[in-house]
Structure formats: structure tokens, C-alpha cells
């Protein structure tokens, strides 16, 4: 990537870069870069258009991996990122999601209906479009709004969902098989747990098993419903 110089500043010219993410060769961010760069005093502001297609999320979001999450994502990105002297980078991002699949442990993958809007600011990521999943068998498909943080959730579920999902978020749960019919708002944070909050009706022979009873729950019919629990 090319520099010339601008009134004692950097200025980086329209380029094309093409650069491997660290996971495997099929994963790759193609951008062009425009803006400003001084590199005595560590500063700059660049605003950045590409394509990115990566096929190993969790490897880059280290609380993606630890809710044991395969995710892969194609997407066509803007982002600004800024440096003042003194103060941590500010990166802002928005993009328009063209291809994605999620596949919680244990469960069927999910991949992207159509397209959704994501808005990345101050940590999280924010569906400004809801975002609609659905498994090649149909067995999911669910409609999810809101967003995630590195150190929090709060998302809104409605439709046919994996039961792997709630052993993804939630420590209460050891392990989950089947889908269910869910309309479900799932918020907290990962430290101090999630709160899951509305109904649940999971198919005949769907399988939860609670760590607390430390038994597996098979369900033949019905449904559950889920409230915070308030303390006195």
C-alpha cells in the first residue's frame, strides 16, 4: 500500500489489498483505504470500503469461540477508523450482510435468508435490519433482532430454533438436541448469566438436559415458560 505525502501528513491513495485472515487460505478481506495517517504522533483517520468473506468468525471474536459457535459470514463493509493522540483506536463499521450460517454445538446450521444490516460501534454488533435464519431441512427458522457485545447479549428470538442455542448462552443448560418454537428475548451478561424470557415449544423427542438435575429431559408435548427470577 502506497503513501504520499500531505501537508506533513500521510495520505493513503484508493488501493486495492488483499489480506489472508489467520484462518484458512479461502478466508479474505478485499478493501479500499482512503484517509489521513501521521505517523510521528501515532494518528489518523481512515475510512474503509471492502468485501469480506470469512469462514471462521469464532476464530477473530474470541466470545463467539467461547460460546462454541461455528460462524461464517460474507458481507460488503464500511467502516471509519480513527486514532486521536492520546486515545484508543475508534473503529465504526456498518455492512450489509449477503451470506452467513451459524451452528451452535450440537445442532443443525443455520444459514442467512436474504440479507440483514449489521452497525458495529462502541463493541457490539447491532442488527439494524432483523436478520432471518433458516436450516437447509427446515428445520430452523428463526426471525433475531438486537444486538451483541464482547461482554453481553440482547437479542430477541421468534420462529423455529436449534435448542443448541440455549446451551450456547446460558450455563444452566449441560446439553440440548431438537428444535422448538420459540418467541424468546435472551439478554444478561456472560460473567454474571443470561436471562431468558418468554415461551418455548419443543418438538416431540427434543431433548434439555438441566445441570442442575443433571438428567436428561425428553419432551412429548407442551410448552415452557421462561421469567427472570426476582429476588426478595
Same mark, same amino acid.
Not at 28 to 34: E, Q, S
Not at 55 to 70: I, K, M, Q, S, Y
Not at 98 to 113: E, K, N
Not at 154 to 164: E, P, Q, R, Y
Given at each position: ?13 484508493? !488501493?486495492?489489498? $488483499? ?10 478481506? /478485499? ?22 468473506? $470469512?469462514?471462521?468468525? $469464532? ?25 486521536? $493522540? ?30 440483514? !444490516?449489521?452497525? /458495529? ?75 431468558? !424470557?418468554?415461551?418455548? #415449544? ?6 434439555? #438436559? ?20 426476582? !429476588?426478595?
Amino acid at each position: 500500500m502506497s503513501l504520499a505525502s500531505s501537508s506533513g501528513a500521510k495520505h493513503v491513495h484508493d !488501493e486495492k489489498l $488483499e489480506a489472508g485472515s489467520p484462518c484458512d487460505p479461502g478466508s479474505r478481506v /478485499w478493501a479500499t483505504i482512503v484517509g489521513d495517517v501521521d505517523a510521528a504522533n501515532g494518528t489518523f483517520d481512515l475510512a474503509v470500503d471492502g468485501l469480506v468473506d $470469512e469462514h471462521d468468525l $469464532e476464530d477473530l471474536f474470541p466470545a463467539v469461540a467461547a460460546r462454541g459457535l461455528d460462524v461464517s459470514a460474507k458481507a460488503r463493509a464500511s467502516a471509519q477508523l480513527v486514532r486521536e $493522540e492520546g486515545k484508543p483506536v475508534d473503529v465504526r463499521a456498518q455492512a450489509t450482510l449477503l451470506a452467513a450460517s451459524v451452528q451452535p454445538p450440537g445442532s443443525l446450521r443455520a444459514d442467512l435468508v436474504d440479507t440483514a !444490516e449489521v452497525l /458495529w460501534a462502541d463493541g457490539r454488533v447491532q442488527l439494524t435490519k432483523p436478520a432471518r435464519f433458516r436450516a437447509p431441512d427446515g428445520g430452523v427458522d428463526v426471525v433475531v433482532r438486537g444486538s451483541v457485545g464482547s461482554k453481553d447479549i440482547a437479542l430477541d428470538l421468534d420462529g423455529s430454533l436449534a435448542l443448541g442455542v440455549a446451551k450456547a448462552f446460558t450455563p444452566q443448560i449441560g446439553n440440548a438436541q431438537g428444535t422448538a418454537t420459540t418467541k424468546l428475548a435472551v439478554h444478561g451478561t456472560y460473567a454474571s448469566g443470561v436471562t431468558i !424470557e418468554g415461551t418455548l #415449544t419443543p418438538t416431540p423427542g427434543a431433548v434439555i #438436559t438441566p445441570r442442575a438435575l443433571g438428567a436428561p429431559i425428553t419432551f412429548l408435548g407442551g410448552s415452557i415458560g421462561f421469567a427472570p427470577v426476582t !429476588e426478595n
